[in-house]
């Protein structure tokens, strides 16, 4: 009983499941690196024990002095150089897998590589589609595909980590600079992930997905969201996940002030304002965005005015 407790918690240390091919090299080091370090924890506290039990005082009177020892040269020589020889290992290993983890792969003939600018904010993450799509808080992608993402943050916001740790490792969302990453899902599912950067009061609801689907439900869903249909499923998310984080899913207030009722909601051109520039406390959620967006934030709140009473 005892021992299937154990495996299930050593379990848990180990990464999520890998769905993509850079997460499986991560994988593969975290788990390469974690036989040397549990090797070494053994033998390190085993010696420790041991030790302690060899040269323990018995007899010896309580203030004389233990046996002294001097010099080991073979002992010596040999916690310098298995150590190295251990980094060494350790350092081959990891930039073998280095490759396979920070380099895109290139699209095969007849297989488009899509790329999506990520942008993070306090305290949602933005999509914006080749197309001009788009999307918040949930990432869209199709399967078996190279997905290349462009990870940047506004010059007027904080740092952001973009992490969905079953399609691959951390990056920044840094202000004023971009960098890239990668996944390339091997299933359709819906992978789930979070901001790893401290940000702001909301940061534990900064929450990430991307759901991945076949190419052809991705295609027609991409095709879709530049329509009507797509302006108001943005408005819904912009709704949920940008203004709702702050000022609760039925505006009933939050960390932000109770908004239910506010005529400012449908009034296009306050609303505009009030999210591009902030007011007060509340930051510019909505600096940079197109008209576009706050066009279907409106109708969105228009067809689905927030109740004021939490469900
Ligand atoms: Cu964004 Cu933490």
Redesign the pocket.
């Known amino acids: 009983m005892l021992g299937l407790d154990l495996v299930g918690f050593l379990a848990q240390l180990a990464p999520v499941a890998p769905e993509s091919s850079n997460a499986e090299g991560i994988r593969q080091s975290y788990l390469f690196v974690s036989i040397f370090t549990f090797a070494i924890f053994v033998l390190v506290e085993g010696l420790l024990i041991a030790f302690i039990w060899k040269y323990r005082r018995q007899k010896r009177a309580r203030f004389a002095d233990g046996a002294q020892v001097h010099g080991a040269t073979k002992l010596e020589l040999a916690w310098t150089v298995g150590p190295v020889v251990v980094l060494f290992v350790i350092a081959v290993f990891v930039f073998v897998e280095l490759p396979g983890i920070k380099n895109i792969p290139e699209a095969t003939a007849g297989e488009e590589q899509l790329e999506v600018k990520v942008t ?1 904010r ?2 949602y993450w933005q999509y914006e589609y080749p197309n001009g799509v788009i999307a918040i808080d949930q990432l869209r992608a199709p399967v078996g595909v190279p997905v290349k993402l462009i990870v940047s943050a506004p010059d007027s916001d904080v740092i ?2 973009w992490w969905i740790p079953a399609l691959g490792g951390k990056i920044d969302a840094i202000p004023g600079r971009t960098n890239e990453t990668w996944f390339e899902a091997d299933n359709e599912g819906v992978y789930t992930g979070q ?1 790893a ?3 702001g009061l909301e ?1 534990a609801r ?1 929450l990430a997905s991307v759901e991945v689907m076949s190419q052809s439900a991705f295609d027609a869903w991409l095709a879709e969201s530049s329509g009507d249909d797509g302006a108001a499923a943005l408005g819904r998310e912009e709704w949920e996940g940008v203004c709702a984080k702050c000022h609760g899913l039925a505006g009933q207030g939050g960390i932000g002030p109770r908004i239910a009722g506010s005529p400012t909601l449908t009034d296009p051109v306050a609303l505009a304002a009030l999210v591009r520039n902030g007011r007060r406390s509340m930051p510019a959620v909505g600096s940079g965005w197109t008209d576009e967006q706050v066009y279907a934030l409106v109708t969105y709140l228009k067809k689905n005015p927030p109740s004021g009473v939490e469900s």
């Open positions: 993070g306090q305290f952001h980590s901001c950067e401290l940000c940061h900064m």
